[in-house]
């Protein structure tokens, strides 16, 4: 088989050294054996001619692909396949950007085109749309898309900026969806629904095709761009944050999506846990209370932006000042208040204008060996709701001997909760011990009727049998799909618990 991909591609683009080239479809926090998910090879299509023919020689020979774009999926497991001996399927040559419409404000990519690609290719060009990326800027503007990622401007919820999508099935059959299944049409990244049935959204958190060119509206520079930071001083304070925030975000008077962030995800951005603490288990008070005052953070810190002609962002900006003064020892900075080394501040600056960055990496410094892994679940945007999740997640944390890292992430109508678990990954007890948590967390999440919006190739079926209502209609309704558009299993087998036929009694 191999050598059949080789001749599709080249032997330069088919990767099968275990030492030295597999490690890097692996993924490096894993809280398993590595071995679970060590692929057997990689194959880099550079188009979909070849892409096709790929798809070819892995329903010959009946073999599991794995498919990546920019292959940076870490705390959701990174290139690493679901299952050991898989084939990766790396789209990163894939990378052109075949269009900037400033008129229309969009652009087309293609899988491989990072969110720092696309950011430079605009500067060169002197384009005036910005891009939303999600923190780390060597992400991938189409696979985050797939995977349901966020950014943090007022275009942050990049599912519903994605207009228009030409996807391989696995007979290797292109489709265009939407407008674009109308020959000649000018409206293909315009409008997003074409005719009959919408079904971009198949193929995101999927396994039926191989999205091979998204369309992405993107966001025209506005006239000004103020953010603003608000600290908060007590724990309990996020209750009254979260209800503040509520009627804010619902009347669009914070446009962006609207982050809550804990101190800890702060102070582990600009220090390490060893600079204030030595001891063992979480963080005590006392200590916390000396980092919140040496860097200059709340117990909570909300970040917002203020987007639009001066007047505009004045006269907003009176609302939300009221809005959050309501909630006593509130603190409000705006960026001369802050200083410019404040990592926290100038690396959230930039990405509430769209600015690619890789700042946020440095939490895994918070512990030596540092790696993580992502608990996220969503939860209506109350006080009540925010308050039950994190008392959920930081007790089970802090009793499994863990720092409680998070923020929450406010989007048109929902709460995204990200815990950020952190551990050591050369220290096999504690991912033996942060690997039961993580279970523990999905299962009383699922108890609270809490389910996450993504996660690890570890927990996928796990987190898929949370989804069960009515004899998991869900779930079989995608194993039916599943089985008709791709009847081989070659696409990602076990991706978000969909499993083909003749795997469905393997899972793991
Ligand atoms: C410190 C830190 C901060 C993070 N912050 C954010 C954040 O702010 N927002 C956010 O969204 N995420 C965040 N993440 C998670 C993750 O890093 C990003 O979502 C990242 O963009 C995903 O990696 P990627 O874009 O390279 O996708 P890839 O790794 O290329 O792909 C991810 C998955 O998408 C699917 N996929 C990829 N390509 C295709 C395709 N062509 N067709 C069909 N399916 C495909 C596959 O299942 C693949 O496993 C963070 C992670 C870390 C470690």
Redesign the pocket.
């Known amino acids: 088989m191999l050598a059949d991909l080789k001749k599709v591609v080249g032997r330069e683009f088919v990767f099968t050294d275990p030492q030295w080239e597999l490690p890097a479809y692996n993924d490096a926090?894993l809280t398993t054996p590595a071995e679970l998910h060590q692929p057997s090879a990689a194959v880099a299509p550079a188009n979909v001619e070849e892409l096709q023919r790929v798809l070819e020689v892995a329903r010959h020979y009946k073999a599991p692909l794995?498919?990546?774009?920019?292959?940076?999926?870490?705390?959701?497991?990174?290139?690493?396949?679901r299952k050991a001996g898989y084939i990766v399927?790396d789209?990163?040559r894939?990378n052109r950007i075949l269009e900037v419409n400033e008129k229309h404000g969009y652009a087309v990519v293609e899988?491989?085109v990072?969110?720092m690609d696309l950011y430079r290719h605009l500067q060169k060009i002197g384009s005036k749309l910005w891009v939303d990326?999600?923190?780390?800027g060597?992400?991938?503007?189409?696979?985050?898309m797939?995977?349901?990622?966020?950014?943090?401007t007022p275009y942050g919820d990049?599912v519903t900026m994605q207009c228009g999508m030409e996807?391989m099935l696995a007979d290797g059959t292109l489709v265009q969806t939407g407008m674009g299944a109308l020959p000649g049409s000018q409206t293909n990244h315009l409008y997003k629904y074409g005719l009959g049935p919408s079904v971009d959204g198949l193929?995101?958190?999927?396994?039926f095709?191989?999205?091979?060119k998204i369309g992405m509206w993107l966001m025209p520079e506005p006239p000004g761009y103020r953010p603003y930071m608000v600290t908060f001083e007590k724990e309990s304070d996020l209750h009254a944050i979260t209800e503040v925030l509520r009627p804010l975000k619902v009347n669009m008077l914070i446009p962006a999506v609207a982050m809550t962030v804990e101190m800890l995800w702060e102070a582990a951005v600009q220090v390490t846990r060893r600079d204030y603490y030595t001891g063992k288990g979480p963080i005590p008070e006392s200590v916390r209370k000396k980092m919140r005052s040496d860097l200059k953070i709340g117990a909570w810190n909300f970040y917002g932006a203020l987007y639009g002609p001066p007047p505009m962002m004045d006269n907003t900006w009176e609302v939300i000042h009221d809005a959050f003064a309501s909630i006593p020892g509130a603190k409000f900075y705006f960026d001369e208040d802050r200083a410019k080394d404040d990592v926290a501040w100038q690396y959230r600056k930039k990405?509430g204008a769209g600015i690619p960055n890789m700042t946020?990496?440095?939490?895994?410094n918070w512990i030596p060996n540092g790696a993580?892994m992502?608990f996220s679940p969503i939860s209506p945007v109350t006080g009540a709701d925010a308050t039950k999740q994190y008392e959920l997640i930081r007790d089970r944390c802090n009793k499994a001997g863990f720092d409680y890292c998070g923020e929450f992430?406010v989007g048109w109508r929902d709460m995204h909760h990200?815990f950020?678990l952190t551990f050591d990954r050369n220290d096999a007890k504690q991912k033996a011990r942060a690997n039961k948590l993580f279970g523990e967390l999905v299962d009383a999440a699922a108890a609270a009727g809490y389910g996450e919006y993504?996660t690890h190739?570890d927990f996928m079926d796990r987190i898929a049998g949370t989804y069960n209502w009515n004899d998991s209609a869900l779930l079989r309704m995608h194993e039916k799909v599943k089985d008709v558009v791709d009847p081989s299993g070659i696409?990602?087998p076990g991706?978000?618990g969909i499993w083909p036929k003749s795997m469905r009694k393997g899972k793991a």
């Open positions: 926090y794995w498919t990546i774009s920019t292959g940076k999926n870490f705390a959701y497991g990174g290139p690493a396949p399927l789209l990163k894939m899988p491989g990072s969110y990326c999600a923190a780390p060597w992400g991938g503007v189409l696979p985050n797939t995977e349901h990622g966020v950014g943090y990049h996807v193929f995101t958190q999927s396994n095709g191989v999205v091979t990405l946020e990496y440095n939490v895994m993580h992502d992430a990200i950020c993504r190739v696409l990602s991706k978000m």
